[in-house]
Every structure is written in C-alpha cells, then in structure tokens.
C-alpha cells in the first residue's frame, strides 16, 4: 500500500508563490509517475502537471504551462510543484496521486492519492 501525504499548503497573497511537496510511503513500485491536481470549490478536479520516475518526461495541460512546475526527489520520495503568480481563482484543494508506469492526463488512472493540501490565496 503507498501513502502520499502533502504539505506546503496555506494561505498566500496574490501574486505570491508556494512549493508543494507530496511524500511518498509504504511500498512503492519500482517505477511510479506522479500527478499532481486541484478541485475548488463546486468545480471538477484538474490535472496541473505529472512526472514520470525518471523526472525526464513531464507533462501540463496547455492551460497550465507557465505558472506550474513539477519536480521530484527520488532519494527524498517527494514529488513538488511551485506554483508562481498566484492568483485568487487558484484557490483550491491541491493533491498528488501516483500510478504505477508512465505519465497519465486522466485521473482515473491515478492509483493512489493523498489527503489533500488546502491553498488560499487572498486579493
């Protein structure tokens, strides 16, 4: 079983930046892409960016290319994202799945998901 637990969350000021970090434990595959995504509030959850295990291959929705940066930590098991120029709109539960192979844009091919992460972000 893995556990992704997230940190990094809080509350920020417009045009702030965060660096979000998801941990991984318990018994990991061998090789595991990470997502990381969000849902606010009465709005569908969004993929943000994803990462394979080599960290070579990453990927963002064209709407999300800028702003949003994935990294990972393999010696650390954590996976991050900065998220820059924060805006009020990006207000929303933050989380990180993993899924065993390579990149996915489909959240339901995520295996595994963590807890959540609250960001706020005040004008």
């Known amino acids: 079983q893995v556990q992704l637990v997230e940190s990094g969350g809080g509350l920020v000021q417009a045009g702030g930046s965060l660096r979000l970090s998801c941990a991984a434990f318990?018994?990991?595959?061998?090789?595991?892409?990470v997502g990381w995504f969000r849902q606010a509030p009465g709005k569908e959850r969004e993929l943000l960016a994803a990462?394979?295990?080599?960290?070579?291959?990453?990927y963002y929705p064209d709407s999300k290319k800028g702003r949003f940066t994935i990294s990972r930590d393999n010696a650390k098991r954590t996976v991050y994202l900065q998220v820059n120029s924060l805006k009020p709109e990006d207000t929303a539960v933050y989380y990180c799945?993993?899924?065993?192979?390579?990149?996915?844009?489909?959240?339901?091919?995520?295996?595994?998901w963590g807890q959540g992460t609250q960001v706020t972000v005040s004008s």
């Open positions: 318990g018994r990991t595959a061998s090789s595991y892409a």
């Open positions: 799945a993993s899924r065993y192979g390579g990149v996915s844009g489909r959240d339901g091919e995520y295996d595994y």
């Open positions: 990462i394979s295990w080599s960290g070579g291959n990453t």
